[in-house]
């Protein structure tokens, strides 16, 4: 479309297609003008102006606040402290005068706003925190949701901060408190034991829930030693100082334990002892459910070589004679299998001498087998304290155990320390006294300890209630007569024809032949529940 052009303003030189110097969007030297005169006399932008503005705008710098950390990246530190915060914790917040409870209250609910945590860390710090006493549940009809922004405003951070929060140390009366957690006014049976927690916590729940994710537990381990090392470095209490720093170490121990623990147990019982397994012990788990750690029948030859070479280097050579023959004899062998807990008590690599003969051998066999050299480890019987209703062996308790050797690869007993506890299922051949590894059921690192806290999570208080106790006469009880409760076709209620059964028979004397009896009477001898069924004959 064309546009009306005024022809006194226009000049031959615009016909040709020139442009004035005085209107043009560029200078004589090429720089873009700033402004135009318009007919008006003011100065409108031109279209090098609106050019540079639009490059200047593309060009200013994002002023978006950055990223904040997490708090838990590997060379992470708390910024410095100003004086006035520095006076507040040392004053207000921790002095020695103020009870212990409410100093480390007010710890756990700080740490928690300066750090970001995801569902993961929030879930297992939590747990950190319950076992040892702080109520860590979900709070009810509070936080700030519900808060104007002008009463929000009237309120400080502090204030806010135990407004929102769900970590507190629980106060108040008998019955006014949840007995799960540590209260200062019922101090029984609760000790300051930050080393004990952790331990717990580390070998327990922290094992059990992050299982082979060994990412998951290097989170909870980072959790809880970054909250160690702030209350360490804020002086929260300087009187467990020294318990919290062991229990700090207790973190870098676990973190270079329990993944070795994890690798070893893949390798159980290794080559020694599933030949064992195959020659004497294949199909004769006797009450014991698995039986797949032993190797396939058609490398029944390859167990007697492995087997072989192991018992004349390890063994004495009369026993290894004897041993021999027992592998050429066809048939059964006596054995006697158990579920034992062992604890480590040394470790015995093979010597060098030892080194050089397996060497030899597996020189002189070539490249189908390749044995590993074999070391001993000394173990004890020892008893786990684990929640579940166990017996402790009468040894145990009586202190007289006696270490017993057991033979294993030389790359597995690396793996292995002094004080781990192993649960697992042996075999002995009795002709020998000669015991053998099976299988493993865990492996427990030398810390491992059982908190008794880790029992009283699903725990409920006892309240009153007007409802009778449960009894072997309440219908719905899995019985074979839990229908003759039920509303019969005359109108009875389920409640009076139980009472007429326990008047027609004296208590403690109730049988089942007398429940029929009685319940056929309570039916008025119809021999019917209201459903026209006989008593005693399937539907």
Known sequence: MLSRVDNDSATAGDAAGHVDNETSPHAEDGTPRLAVAGPDGLATPSVGELREVIKRKKKRPNNRKKKRGTGFEEYFCD????????????????????????????????????????????????????????????RQFQGTSKMTKGEL????????????????????????????????????????????IVAGYLSGHLSDVAMVDMELFKSGVNVVSNFLKYVDRHDVCPEYSEDIREAIDLCEQALEEIPRILDVTTKFPGDFNSAANTLFC?????????????????????????????????????????????????????????????????ISPPSDAVRAYYKQVNQHLGKNIDIRPCGSLTVVPTFIQDGFDRVMPKTVAK??????????EEDMLESLGVGLKIEMVTFTLSAEDL?????????????????????????????????????????????????????????????????????????????????????????????????????????
């Open 79 to 138: 910024p410095p402290m100003t004086l006035e915060e520095y006076n507040e914790e040392q004053n207000d917040l921790y002095p020695a005068h103020r009870p212990f409870p409410e100093r480390m209250q007010e710890c756990v609910q700080r740490f928690r706003v300066r750090r970001r945590m995801n569902s993961d860390q929030n879930k297992l710090f939590s747990h950190y925190l319950m076992l040892g006493g702080v109520d860590a549940t979900q």
């Open 153 to 196: 405003n009237e309120l400080t951070k502090g204030e806010v901060r135990d407004i929102s929060a769900n970590d507190v140390i629980q106060r108040g009366g008998d019955g006014q408190y949840d007995t799960r957690f540590y209260n200062p006014d019922f101090p029984e049976h609760w000790d300051v034991d930050f080393t004990g």
């Open 282 to 346: 294949k199909g004769r788990m006797e009450d014991f459910e698995f039986d797949n750690y032993a190797m396939e029948p058609s490398d029944e030859q390859p167990a007697r070589t492995i087997f072989g070479v192991h018992a004349a280097i390890l063994l004495d050579q009369e026993r290894s004679g004897r041993l021999a023959k027992l592998m050429s004899e066809k048939g059964l062998h006596p054995i006697q299998i158990a579920e034992e807990t062992f604890e480590v008590v040394e």
């Open 399 to 408: 202190g007289s155990v006696s270490t017993q050797v057991l033979f294993l």
């Open 435 to 539: 015991k053998f590894i099976k299988y493993i059921r865990r492996i427990l690192p030398e810390f491992y300890t059982y908190l008794p806290q880790e029992l009283m999570f699903h725990f409920r208080e006892p309240r009153k209630t007007d409802r009778p106790a449960r009894s072997i006469h309440d219908k719905n009880t899995g019985g074979d007569h839990d229908d003759m409760f039920e509303d019969s076709d005359a109108g009875e209620d389920a409640d009076d024809v139980q009472e007429k059964i326990l008047e027609s028979v004296p208590v403690g004397e109730l049988s089942i032949e007398d429940g029929v009896a009685a319940g056929q009477e309570a039916c008025n001898g119809g021999g019917c529940c209201g459903n026209g069924t006989e008593i005693g004959e399937e539907e």
